[in-house]
């Protein structure tokens, strides 16, 4: 139990269709991490958010973006989808002190583009 | 261009053996490295770290061994036990406390009981 939840677990658009993702994180995780990970490859990085402002973005279009809450809660927003954005979509929140840190994960949302 | 990299797709020990996973990086800008693990239907879990100061990391049954000169990791479990199957991620990351993490491709570990 990671304490990161995310919605929903499965969803199935089509091709130029939008969508929202939905991340929970821990209190007191004030940084959120999303992360793309398609079939048979490792997570990659989408961007990250520290205090509900994008701190660090990876090799993602503009289409991919995002927004962080007071609460603890943030979301990944993705416009005119494309069939290569099939894939798991993984938040993380983070804990870092000078001993090293840890991504906490969520179980993910599983996004099919037809 | 894969910056972590883990040439291994999957991997198979015995019961009581050790398990060794190995990981390799290009980018010498690195300085923090983990192993991750994943069950299916979950989340990748933490399981170990290292920073680029220290070549071995030992918590538990877990050890991740750090060669800087060969850009090379790789992560020891001893004994293995049926619940060590798994698909597990390397990542590094640049600028300790970065939470920008490169993740290898993953091998997945099937111990055999």
């Not at chain 1, 994008?54 to 962080?68: A, D, I, K, M, T």
């Not at chain 1, 906490?104 to 099919?112: A, D, K, N, V």
């Not at chain 2, 990391?57 to 800087?68: A, I, Q, S």
């Not at chain 2, 036990?81 to 640049?94: E, H, K, L, R």
Request: proline share 5%.
């Amino acid at each position: 139990e990671t304490g990161v939840t995310q919605s929903p677990t499965h969803l199935i658009k089509t091709r130029g269709q939008q969508v929202t993702l939905r991340c929970s994180s821990q209190s007191g995780h004030n940084t959120v991490s999303w992360y793309q990970q398609a079939l048979g490859q490792g997570p990659q990085f989408i961007f990250q958010y520290y205090r509900e402002e994008e701190n660090g973005r990876g090799n993602f279009p503009p289409r991919f973006s995002g927004l962080q809450f007071p609460n603890y809660s943030s979301e990944l927003n993705v416009n005119a989808l494309e069939l290569d954005d099939s894939a798991l979509y993984l938040c993380a929140s983070c804990v870092w002190d000078r001993r090293g840190g840890e991504l906490f994960f969520g179980e993910g949302s599983r996004l099919t583009v037809l | 261009d894969q910056q972590v990299k883990q040439n291994s797709p999957s991997l198979s020990v015995q019961e009581g053996r050790i398990s060794i996973l190995n990981c390799d990086y290009t980018n010498s800008m690195f300085d923090y490295f983990l192993w991750y693990k994943k069950y299916p239907a979950e989340g990748p879990t933490f399981l170990i770290s290292i920073s680029s100061i220290k070549d071995k990391n030992e918590d538990g049954r877990f050890t991740v061994f750090l060669n800087k000169s060969a850009k090379h990791l790789s992560l020891h479990i001893v004994p293995s036990q049926p619940g060590d199957s798994a698909v597990y991620f390397c990542a590094a990351s640049a600028n300790f406390g970065n939470e920008k993490l490169t993740f290898g491709t993953g091998t997945r570990l099937t111990i055999i009981p």
